[in-house]
């Protein structure tokens, strides 16, 4: 078993920063590929930015140039740096990851979630 467990978010306002973490920690071999969503009420949870399993990394359009995803495959954890953050960017942020076990068995993992709050 997996567990994602992040941590990072707050209130902070525009223009400000905000640095999310995604600790791993169980049956991992390999992670296939990362990615951080977000949710807001009455919504689809939308995809922030992910890294691919060869590596690649993609940003949606509406955080380019502002969120950085990044890895520390050392500490099986995943960061997203978030600059000049936006009232529009105030959402609960979920990582996602997928995950293959030593029984070479592969599944996606959800964090917990985490509210990011941005005031005008």
């Known amino acids: 078993q997996v567990q994602l467990v992040e941590s990072g978010g707050g209130l902070v306002q525009a223009g400000g920063s905000l640095r999310l973490s995604c600790a791993a920690s169980?049956?991992?071999?390999?992670?296939?590929?990362m990615a951080w969503f977000r949710q807001v009420p009455g919504k689809q949870r939308e995809s922030v930015a992910r890294?691919?399993?060869?590596?690649?990394?993609n940003y949606s359009d509406f955080v380019k140039g502002r969120f950085t995803i990044s890895h520390d495959a050392a500490k099986n954890t995943m960061f997203l740096q978030m600059n000049n953050l936006k009232p529009e960017d105030t959402a609960v942020y979920y990582c996602?990851?997928?995950?293959?076990?030593?029984?070479?068995?592969?599944?996606?993992?959800w964090g917990q979630g985490t509210q990011v709050t941005v005031s005008a």
């Open positions: 996602y990851e997928n995950i293959q076990s030593r029984s070479l068995t592969s599944r996606p993992y």
């Open positions: 169980g049956d991992i071999f390999t992670i296939n590929s």
């Open positions: 890294i691919s399993n060869n590596g690649d990394i």
